[in-house]
T-cell receptor, first 115, second 112 residues
Framework: EPEVTQTPSHQVTQMGQEVILRCVPI?????FYWYRQILGQKVEFLVS????????KSEIFDDQFSVERPDGSNFTLKIRSTKLEDSAMYFC?????????????FGSGTQLSVL | KQEVTQIPAALSVPEGENLVLNCSFT??????LQWFRQDPGKGLTSLLL?????REQTSGRLNASLDKSSGRSTLYIAASQPGDSATYLC???????????FGTGTRLQVTL
C-alpha cells in the first residue's frame, strides 16, 4: 500500500539553527499538510498546501516556518531559527482530494529535539 | 473554536472484552470525523472515516458512530486483542475541510 515517507526519523539540533524536515507524499495526492505533536499534548495543525501555495495555516505557523514543494515529489517544512519549544514530533500528511469521504494519510513522523 | 475531548484518557481491559471509546466535539458543523490509531513513536493510521451525513461506519471488529447534533462519536471495538493496544485519536474536519482538530486520545491496553 502506498505510504507517506518522512525523513529523518529523528533530528537533533541546537537552538537557533535551521532545520528542514522532508516528506514524500503519496504520488497521486494533491493536498499536503504538516501537523505536530508536543510530547503529552494533542496533535496540532500547522499548515495545508495545495497547488503550490499555502491554503490555510495556524497561529503556530509564524514567520519562522515555511513550506515548499521543490519538485514533483518532495514536500518540506523549514524552521529558520529553532527554539526549545519547537521540540515535537512533526507529521506530514496527504490526501487526493479535499472531500468528505477522503481519508488523510500520515507519515511516521520526524522527532525534532532542540537543545 | 472547535474543541475535541475524549473519554476515558486511559483504559485497560482483558483480552476478549468489548469496549467503547468516546469522543465529543463542541461545534457540530463538521465535514467529517475520523478515528486514528497511534502506536508509540509511530505515525497515525486512519481507522474509520464518517462523513457528516452518515451515522456509522464499520471495518472488521471496529464500528464508529456519529451523532452530529449532539457532538458525539463512539468507537466500538469488539472482542479486543492485545494487538489493539495503542492510543486512539478522534479528529474532526471543519467546514473548509482543510484541517483536522484532534482530541486528546484514549490510551488502550488490552491484557492477556
Amino acid at each position: 500500500e502506498p505510504e507517506v515517507t518522512q525523513t529523518p526519523s529523528h533530528q537533533v539540533t541546537q537552538m537557533g539553527q535551521e532545520v528542514i524536515l522532508r516528506c514524500v507524499p503519496i504520488s497521486n495526492h494533491l493536498y499536503f499538510y504538516w501537523y505536530r505533536q508536543i510530547l503529552g499534548q494533542k496533535v496540532e495543525f500547522l499548515v495545508s498546501f495545495y497547488n503550490n501555495e499555502i491554503s490555510e495555516k495556524s497561529e503556530i505557523f509564524d514567520d519562522q516556518f515555511s513550506v515548499e514543494r521543490p519538485d514533483g515529489s518532495n514536500f518540506t517544512l523549514k524552521i529558520r531559527s529553532t527554539k526549545l519549544e519547537d521540540s515535537a514530533m512533526y507529521f506530514c500528511a496527504s490526501t487526493t482530494e479535499r472531500r468528505a469521504y477522503e481519508k488523510l494519510f500520515f507519515g511516521s513522523g520526524t522527532q525534532l529535539s532542540v537543545l | 473554536k472547535q474543541e475535541v475531548t475524549q473519554i476515558p484518557a486511559a483504559l485497560s481491559v482483558p483480552e476478549g472484552e468489548n469496549l467503547v471509546l468516546n469522543c465529543s466535539f463542541t461545534d457540530s458543523a463538521i465535514y467529517n470525523l475520523q478515528w486514528f490509531r497511534q502506536d508509540p513513536g509511530k505515525g497515525l493510521t486512519s481507522l474509520l472515516l464518517i462523513q457528516s451525513s452518515q451515522r456509522e461506519q464499520t471495518s472488521g471488529r471496529l464500528n464508529a458512530s456519529l451523532d452530529k447534533s449532539s457532538g458525539r462519536s463512539t468507537l466500538y471495538i469488539a472482542a479486543s486483542q492485545p494487538g489493539d493496544s495503542a492510543t486512539y485519536l478522534c479528529a474532526v474536519t471543519g467546514g473548509t475541510a482543510s484541517k483536522l482538530t484532534f482530541g486528546t486520545g484514549t490510551r488502550l491496553q488490552v491484557t492477556l
